[in-house]
Structure formats: C-alpha cells, structure tokens
C-alpha cells in the first residue's frame, strides 16, 4: 500500500519569500506524484504532477517539484510567494497507470503575510 | 464543457435522513471517482467506475453507502439514514481513458448531519 506524509500542517511566508512545501511517500512501485490546490469551499486543482519523465516538475502559478527517489520525496517550491498563493496544498499518489486512485497527504495551510 | 460538476453544493440533514448526491464528469471522460474529505483532512478514495462498472470500494464504503452510474454518464452517491460521522465534503473526479493520470475535481458537495 502507498502513503503521503507532508511535513507541518501550517507552513507561513512572507509575500516574496521563497515557498517550502514538504511531502514523503512511500510506495513498493514506481510511484505517479501530485501536487493539488484546494481553496476554501472549493474543490481541488492540480498544480502539477511526475509521472517518471523529467525529475524536476513543472507546474501553474509558477510552482515546480522534484521528484528524488533516494530521499522518497516530492517537495513542492516556488521562489517568491504572492498573497493568492494562501490556500491548503495536498500531495497525492498513485500507483496505477490505469487508472487514478489517489491516495492522499493530510494537507499543509500555507499562509501568506504581507 | 466547463469541467466536473456536483450538485447539490451544500446539503444539512436531520440524522437518519437519505441523501443523494450527483456528479456530472467531463463529458469525454469514461472514469469517475468518489473522495470524502473531512475537516483538517485529505481526500479518503471511496469508489471508482470505469464507464457504468463500480470496479473499486474502499472499505470506508459502508453498507449504507451506494453509489451508481448508470450508464456511464453521471453518478450518484446515496447515504442512507445519515450519522453524524457522515459530515464532510464529498468530491467527485473524473478522468481520461488516455494514459494520463489526471483527475479532474468537481468543487464538491458539503454534508452537514445534524
């Protein structure tokens, strides 16, 4: 069975400080590794996602991930964070190419001040 | 198409009421998937169709769970005599037949027993 764990359900930043979203997973394939965005009362938006191409992954509203297996982790960046970006980011895997069953973190609440 | 759409979006019932809720997939998309999500929470898998086939339950599907799709188009998600512990938001998915992983989240419809 597969697992996410995201480091600190609360992450705050400044408004143009660099964005640290940790995320750990453990799966016994080769995993495919997400990335969504939920604002409140809303569903979920894929920022970006690994599916065993390019290592380094990029994403919408300039957020990137790097997939390392050594390390099993898929940490979510962006260099300069913008009030906008204030939402719960959730880190998802799945282990099928067939289909999609995510399996998924806990959510990190990532505040933005001015 | 606009994307996957749920209905209704918010819903507060009496304890031991039914519910039903619907979700309408983007329209070219054969694979549609049930999460519940819980305050403070990622999403937990309940069921998976492939066009009208229920191929997946999570074993968070209890017997007073049942959801269809009855011909491959739309599906519903029915909670018969409602607890308390069945509050939260349930989100709706779709994807592709392509080899793409992607789920594509409708905005979800909140449950509130009361």
């Known amino acids: 069975a597969q697992s996410v764990t995201q480091l600190g359900s609360h992450v705050s930043v400044s408004e143009g400080a660099l964005v640290l979203l940790r995320c750990n997973y453990s799966?016994?394939?080769?995993?495919?590794l997400f990335w969504y965005v939920q604002y409140p009362n809303q569903g979920l938006q894929l920022l970006l996602k690994y599916t065993s191409a390019a290592t380094l992954v990029k994403g919408i509203n300039g957020f990137e991930a790097e997939f390392k297996k050594s390390e099993t982790s898929f940490h979510l960046t962006k260099p300069s964070a913008h009030m906008s970006d204030a939402a719960e980011y959730f880190c998802?895997?799945?282990?099928?190419?067939?289909?999609?069953?995510?399996?998924f973190g806990k959510g990190t609440m990532l505040l933005v001040s001015p | 198409d606009t994307g996957v759409s749920q209905d209704p979006r918010h819903k507060i019932t009496k304890r031991g009421q039914n519910v039903t809720f619907r979700c309408d997939p983007i329209?070219?998309?054969?694979?549609l998937y049930w999460y519940r999500q819980t305050l403070g929470q990622g999403p937990e898998f309940l069921t998976y169709f492939q066009n009208e086939a229920q191929l997946e339950k999570s074993r968070l599907l209890s017997n007073r769970f049942s959801a269809e799709r009855p011909k491959g188009s739309f599906s519903t998600l029915e909670i018969q005599r409602t607890e308390q512990g069945d509050s939260a938001m349930y989100l709706c998915a779709s994807s592709s037949p392509t080899p793409s992983t992607e789920a594509f989240f409708g905005q979800g419809t909140r449950l509130t027993v009361v």
């Open positions: 329209s070219e998309h054969n694979r």
């Open positions: 998802a895997v799945s282990v099928n190419s067939g289909y999609s069953t995510l399996t």
């Open positions: 799966s016994s394939v080769p995993p495919y």
